[in-house]
């Protein structure tokens, strides 16, 4: 069945540096587009950046444009985010998940990112 | 930016029907997607492409779409459904409304 499972979370100083890995199993990275898709501690649900099942295609929302980058392996079927200059506003859960036709029908349980110093 | 508007809260006795909107300039000519989020849980997708379940979903989960405004409709509400709802489009980027608490008086 499709399993998707996030890691790399933890508390990091502004400024500072995470780079969070997602873990697709149960079918073919390579088949779908995938998005990372963050929540803020007690707020809503907000899209962070998208890549095409070949990784030629990508987009990010301007909250994270120029700080974070989206990546994958497909032979490792992983999905990566590389999170850089990181802001107290970036503190939230980070679920990665799969997109078809721009809904998302299978989320990771997520993982916590903390920015404090 | 293209902006969804949900109201933050709506209540509902068990048993009866729960109707959650979104609101969007001209959001009917969208395709609008639903999900549920239960307390320390991740989302998950109810109604994708306005009306049509993933399968597991109960009947009682139904969506409308038309004019400005998109509707999930949850028949014969039980206390299992109280969660977060939020709707998701598609405008140049993944937009989602600001979610709507459902209570399960």
């Known amino acids: 069945q499709v399993q998707l499972v996030e890691s790399g979370g933890g508390l990091v100083k502004p400024g500072g540096s995470l780079r969070l890995s997602c873990a697709a199993s149960g079918f073919s990275l390579s088949d779908y587009y995938m998005s990372w898709i963050r929540q803020a501690p007690g707020k809503g649900l907000e899209w962070v950046s998208y890549i095409s099942g070949s990784g030629s295609s990508m987009n990010y929302a301007d909250a994270v444009k120029g700080r974070f980058t989206i990546s994958r392996d497909n032979a490792k079927n992983l999905l990566y985010l590389q999170m850089n200059s990181l802001r107290a506003e970036d503190t939230a859960v980070y679920y990665c998940?799969?997109?078809?036709?721009?809904?998302?029908?299978?989320w990771g349980q997520g993982t916590l990112v903390t920015v404090s110093s | 930016s293209y902006v969804l508007t949900q109201p933050p809260s709506v209540s509902v006795a068990p048993g009866q029907t729960a109707r959650i909107t979104c609101g969007g300039n001209?959001?009917?000519?969208?395709?609008v997607h639903w999900y549920q989020q239960k307390p320390g849980q991740a989302p998950v997708l109810v109604v994708y492409?306005?009306?049509d379940r993933p399968s597991g979903i109960p009947e009682r989960f139904s969506g409308s779409n038309s004019g400005n405004t998109a509707t999930l409709t949850i028949s014969r509400v039980d206390a299992g459904d109280e969660a977060d709802y939020y709707c998701q489009v598609w405008e140049t980027s993944v937009i989602f409304g600001g979610g709507t608490k459902l209570t399960v008086l």
């Open positions: 001209n959001i009917g000519i969208k395709s």
């Open positions: 492409d306005d009306s």
């Open positions: 998940a799969r997109d078809r036709q721009l809904s998302f029908h299978y």
